[in-house]
Each structure stands twice: as structure tokens, then as C-alpha cells.
């Protein structure tokens, strides 16, 4: 599922980048969400928060429960969950957690015997999304701070593998789906919403640092 007609840069090759460009990008990624982490409003030329759920085909009872701190900053690009169904009892990782809501979604959908996971690049995030968790009363989901693509966990942890608009954010593309296969069960399921470039960038727009946040 894809979000067409958004921006991702291109001219920086993102597999190609040097340590010093990778670092700028992250950095820029981070500042970015850290005010999102506040509020998603006027962060997007998108729907975002509680109108964008809705327009993505979010259950309606799911986001009337979800408490306020999940929507605040929710800026999806798709909903992962119309892609396909999630067993009572699965262990899922969301890359690009954000403030929670995927995960409490997920949390609902595996039960207690299922568990969820987060991994997201700014602290801010982190924080916030395990607050609204506890705050939920969801008991069975971790959260981890990363920073880069290696996703901290072992071989063939996890059944269900999900993300939302957080991919095409990354300037190291084939690690990060090279880290997501290794972490996948045989047979397991990657079920993920993002930004694709239809077409070439105006000039100006191809080499900046902040299109990478978008």
C-alpha cells in the first residue's frame, strides 16, 4: 500500500550516502518528529490525527478508543491492517513506532498471548508512545529507541512485521528490508504504508536534507 504523489528525496542515493550525510539525515528525521511527537497538525500536506485515521479506513470504534496522545501525532500514510489479519497469540514489530497507536491496534489484535514491539528513531517518540501504552493499559508491548537500520532483535523473531510512511524516510533502504527478512519468521508476514516517487524532483528539492523528513 502506497501513498503516491509525496516527495522522497532522490538525488542523495541512499545506499550510496557517506557516514557524514546519513548522520545529517537522521538528525533532520529526528528534529522533525520531535515536533511531531507534539503535534502532527500543519506537519503534512496530508490528512493527519484523528481525521487522517478516519480517512485511512481505520476501524471507527478502534480510534474512538484510543486515547488522545495516539492521535495527536499520528501521521500515517496507509493502514497496515487492511493488508491482511493478525492471530490471537502473534509477535509483531512495528518499525517506526511512533506514538503508539499501530501498536495499540496490534496489542488488541494478537491478545494476551500475542506481543508487540516498537523501534523509532527519536526519543521523543519512544517516550511518548510508552506513555500512552501505559496509559491504555497495554502490557504486552516493548518500545526501543534506535539508531540506525539494525533492528535489535534476533533471526526469525517475529510473525508479523508492520510500518507506516517510515520507510522511505530511511538513506539506507536495502539494510533496513534486509533487517526486516532477517527478523521474520519463515513465513511470516511484512504488511506496511508508504510514500513512493512517481516521478523526478525539481532541482531544488532533490538534494535537500529536509525532503528526507516528509
Do not use: H
Amino acid at each position: 500500500m502506497c501513498r503516491t504523489n509525496q516527495s522522497e528525496s532522490g538525488s542523495l542515493q541512499p545506499e550510496a550516502n557517506s557516514s557524514a550525510n546519513v548522520q545529517e539525515i537522521r538528525n533532520v528525521i529526528r528534529k522533525k518528529y520531535a515536533e511531531v511527537a507534539v503535534s502532527s497538525k500543519d506537519k503534512f500536506e496530508y490528512p493527519v490525527g484523528k481525521d487522517g485515521a478516519f480517512a485511512l479506513g481505520y476501524d471507527p470504534d478502534i480510534i474512538n478508543s484510543a486515547g488522545s496522545g495516539f492521535l495527536e501525532s499520528f501521521c500515517g500514510v496507509g493502514n497496515p491492517f487492511s493488508l491482511g489479519e493478525f492471530n490471537d497469540g502473534s509477535v509483531v514489530l512495528d518499525v517506526g513506532s511512533g506514538a503508539g497507536f499501530d501498536l495499540y491496534i496490534a496489542s488488541r489484535l494478537v491478545g494476551a498471548g500475542g506481543s508487540v514491539c516498537g523501534i523509532d528513531l527519536t526519543e521523543k517518540m519512544v517516550k511518548l508512545a510508552r506513555y500512552n501504552l501505559a496509559q491504555a493499559g497495554v502490557d504486552n508491548a516493548e518500545i526501543r529507541k534506535v539508531d540506525s537500520e539494525t533492528i535489535p532483535y534476533s533471526d526469525n523473531y517475529f510473525d508479523i512485521v508492520i510500518s507506516n510512511g517510515v520507510i522511505n524516510l530511511s538513506p539506507a533502504k536495502e539494510t533496513l528490508f534486509r533487517e526486516i527478512y532477517r527478523v521474520l519468521k519463515p513465513g511470516g508476514k511484512f504488511q506496511f504504508a508508504d510514500i513512493v516517487l512517481e516521478k523526478e524532483l525539481p532541482a531544488a528539492m532533490a538534494g535537500s536534507l529536509e525532503a528526507w523528513s516528509q
